[in-house]
């Protein structure tokens, strides 16, 4: 069965350095996503994009995320600078159609130090 | 802004017990979906809901969709350890844009 995979499955940084975070959606899906949780917290929508471009973003997406869909499979999160409000689970999702389900990948656990 | 509340934010019921639990929007919804996130895991998608006052069964869980499209409960009959889990509702809005409720932490005693 098709899944969304995310690298790597954790990730330890320094204050103020840079992170990608990587998703690989499922192949012939459309609409991509970046949530994050933190520790015993709710998913907080971060992302959406679909055709190449951002759809919707949330306030906490400011100047310091960015989003990339650099080939055919690939979607990254950026983050420029991280903060130590940064550490969370980073979720990926991907779904086919407009009104279809979201399969989300098995996150990413980043930890700011 | 748009909010989608979820209550109770925890529930502990004894094996054999019913669960339910709530989800209510701000706004009117264009769907929404559940889903269960297992300890340590990520959500799974569950059901989706569209239609005013729709109701769905998946063998002990039922899903409601309120007559205003603003509200939407899942129930679980005669629950069992494997269905501990956070629960999540996520309405669609009119602007094609999700917001997850804060979930339902259930937690079944054996």
């Known amino acids: 069965e098709p899944e969304v995979t995310q690298t790597p499955s954790h990730q330890v940084t320094q204050m103020g350095q840079e992170v990608i975070l990587r998703c690989v959606p499922i192949?012939?899906?459309?609409?991509f996503y970046w949530y994050r949780q933190i520790l015993g917290q709710k998913v907080e929508f971060l992302v959406s994009?679909?055709?190449?471009?951002?759809?919707?973003k949330s306030e906490i997406f400011d100047d310091q995320f960015s989003v990339e869909r650099p080939d055919g499979s690939n979607f990254t999160l950026k983050i420029r600078s991280t903060k130590l409000e940064d550490s969370a689970m980073y979720f990926c999702?991907?779904?086919?159609?407009?009104?279809?389900?979201?399969?989300f990948g098995p996150g990413t656990r980043l930890t700011v130090l | 802004g748009q909010q989608v509340m979820q209550i109770p934010q925890y529930q502990h019921v004894q094996e054999g017990e019913d669960f339910t639990t709530y989800c209510n929007s701000s706004?009117?919804?264009?769907?929404i979906q559940w889903y269960k996130q297992r300890p340590g895991g990520h959500p799974v998608f569950l059901i989706q809901?569209?239609?005013?006052?729709e109701v769905k069964k998946q063998k002990r869980l039922t899903f409601q969709f309120g007559e205003a499209k603003k509200n939407s409960s899942l129930h679980i009959t005669a629950t069992q350890t494997t269905d501990v889990g956070t629960y999540f509702c996520?309405?669609?809005?009119?602007?094609?844009?999700?917001?997850f409720g804060s979930g339902t932490k259930l937690n079944v005693k054996p």
């Open positions: 809901l569209v239609k005013s006052g």
């Open positions: 996520a309405g669609l809005n009119n602007f094609n844009k999700f917001y």
């Open positions: 706004t009117t919804l264009s769907n």
């Open positions: 994009f679909y055709n190449n471009e951002i759809s919707e």
């Open positions: 999702a991907s779904k086919g159609g407009e009104r279809d389900e979201q399969f």
């Open positions: 192949s012939n899906h459309l609409y």
